[in-house]
């Protein structure tokens, strides 16, 4: 099963991402995790996606294609996989069916939908494991004990991008260049749109069975 998560920033995909993939028995990953542990690790292509993401850009297709193709023709996961952040460019998009055309193309493409203002609240208030990268939230989903992650202990911080000013322009870029891949997979039949502002169980569901159907 290949499955793609698309919506805005904060709309809630990598909250989803991991159990999604667990009930259909492949990985998930996030595009923007693998940057982060680029930046970590202090990769040359780290400091490269540090200077876009700090502001808020996208990282260029080039850099981007080759690193989520690397992750999916690893054999580990020929079953099939989740992706969260990628395609965001129509240039990614093609790559991607490129990549899947012999295996018969991507099955399922879920859009969660959520408006600006709840957009805003999310990534204004998000917290990340610097571990594990789960996300939390400050108010709508704490962790246990404040500043850790429940599931690995690991440190709580907040992403330079998730600061009010460079939130705003995410969203622009968002609209401006992933709207149109939205559009595209919409055309072609195989994406299904959930409402993302139903409490994290809801919305789970709600992705479990638009994928099932
Ligand atoms: P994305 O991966 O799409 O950028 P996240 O999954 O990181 O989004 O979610 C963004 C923020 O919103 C996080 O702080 C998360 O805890 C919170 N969040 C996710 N889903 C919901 C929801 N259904 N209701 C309220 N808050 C949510
Ligand atoms: P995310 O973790 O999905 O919110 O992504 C964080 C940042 O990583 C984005 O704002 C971009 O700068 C970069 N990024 C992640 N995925 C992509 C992608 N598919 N194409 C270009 N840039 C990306």
Redesign the pocket.
């Known amino acids: 099963m290949r499955v793609i998560l698309m919506g805005p920033?904060g709309s809630g995909?990598?909250t989803q991402a991991t159990s999604i993939a667990s009930n259909l028995g492949v990985d998930a990953v996030?595009?923007?995790?693998l940057?982060?542990d680029n930046q970590r690790r202090d990769t040359e292509l780290g400091r490269l996606?540090r200077s876009?993401?700090e502001r808020?850009?996208?990282?260029p297709?080039e850099v981007?294609i080759k690193m989520?193709m690397d992750w999916i023709s690893n054999p580990a996961h020929s079953a099939g996989f989740v992706l969260?952040?990628?395609?965001?460019?129509h240039a990614?998009a093609e790559a991607l069916d490129a990549e899947m055309k012999a295996l018969g193309g991507v099955d399922r493409v879920i859009f969660i939908k959520v408006s600006e203002d709840e957009l805003i609240r999310r990534l204004t208030g998000r917290q990340i494991c610097r571990d594990c990268q789960t996300p939390y939230h400050i108010h709508f989903s704490p962790s246990k004990t404040e500043g850790k992650c429940d599931n690995c202990g690991g440190e709580l911080y907040q992403r330079d991008?998730d600061k009010a000013d460079v939130v705003t322009t995410?969203i622009q870029?968002y609209n401006q260049e992933t709207e149109p891949v939205v559009d595209y997979y919409r055309q072609a039949g195989i994406l299904r749109e959930v409402d993302g502002e139903q409490d994290v169980g809801d919305v789970g569901k709600a992705m479990n069975a638009a994928i099932g159907g």
């Open positions: 920033p995909k990598g996030s595009s923007g995790d940057f982060r996606a876009y993401m808020g850009a996208y990282v297709d981007t989520v969260d952040g990628f395609p965001r460019t990614q991008d995410r870029v």
